[in-house]
């Protein structure tokens, strides 16, 4: 079965770096886009970024160009998220998920996902 | 940007009620709406995809409807484990931005 662990997270300091990681099994990770979804203490999800099954491509939403970057590794079968500059409104669970199918990018498995703490 | 709105953003209803929680977009998005379940405390669980096809194991009391900018949600007779926030999803392209959810009790 589809199994998606997310791993790094943590209270961290206002401006520091946090590097997210999420291990994957149960399928053949390479052929897979991938995505990180955050959700704030009592709000809603937001979609944060996505990377195509090759890595050649990555999308971001708004609030973290610049600062996040997605990669992921089809050798190790992981995915991560390198979050620079963290500001306290990137504290979040931060949740791993993959896309449906090949150019179906609905989110149909999702990992429990990692607290990120930005705090002083 | 295409902007995601749901309505209401809260409901209580009586269980075997028929529960319709309403997704609009701002521009056509065709059929690339998914809907979610986040239970209390739970992981995100994907429901419905392509506006209306439901996900393997999901019951069939659930059901999706719409095509490019309105969509429902319907739940044909609520049940308790049905209690949740409901979240649509826009999927044509980046960014793939989520409704503010819908948070259904039981009265």
């Known amino acids: 079965q589809v199994q998606l662990v997310e791993s790094g997270g943590g209270v961290v300091q206002p401006g520091r770096s946090l590097r997210l990681s999420c291990a994957a099994s149960g399928f053949t990770f390479s052929t897979y886009a991938m995505h990180w979804v955050r959700q704030a203490p009592g709000k809603g999800l937001e979609w944060v970024a996505i990377?195509?099954?090759?890595?050649?491509?990555?999308y971001y939403t708004e609030s973290v160009k610049g600062r996040f970057t997605i990669s992921r590794d089809n050798s190790k079968n992981t995915l991560y998220l390198q979050m620079n500059s963290l500001r306290a409104e990137d504290t979040a669970v931060y949740y791993c998920?993959?896309?449906?199918?090949?150019?179906?990018?609905?989110?149909?498995?999702w990992g429990q996902g990692t607290l990120v703490t930005v705090s002083s | 940007d295409i902007q995601m709105t749901q309505s209401p953003s809260s409901l209580s209803a009586s269980v075997g009620d028929r529960v319709t929680i309403t997704c609009r977009a701002s521009q056509g998005i065709s059929n690339f709406l998914a809907w979610y379940q986040q239970k209390p405390g739970k992981v995100p669980k994907l429901l419905i995809y392509a506006a209306s096809t439901l996900q393997s194991g999901v019951p069939s009391r659930f059901s999706g409807s719409g095509s490019g900018t309105d969509f429902t949600l319907t739940i044909s007779s609520l049940q308790p484990e049905d209690v949740a926030s409901y979240y649509c999803q826009k999927y044509n392209s980046a960014p793939f931005t989520f409704g503010p959810g819908t948070k259904v009790d039981i009265k």
């Open positions: 990377i195509s099954y090759d890595g050649s491509s990555e």
């Open positions: 998920a993959r896309a449906r199918a090949p150019f179906d990018f609905c989110l149909d498995s």
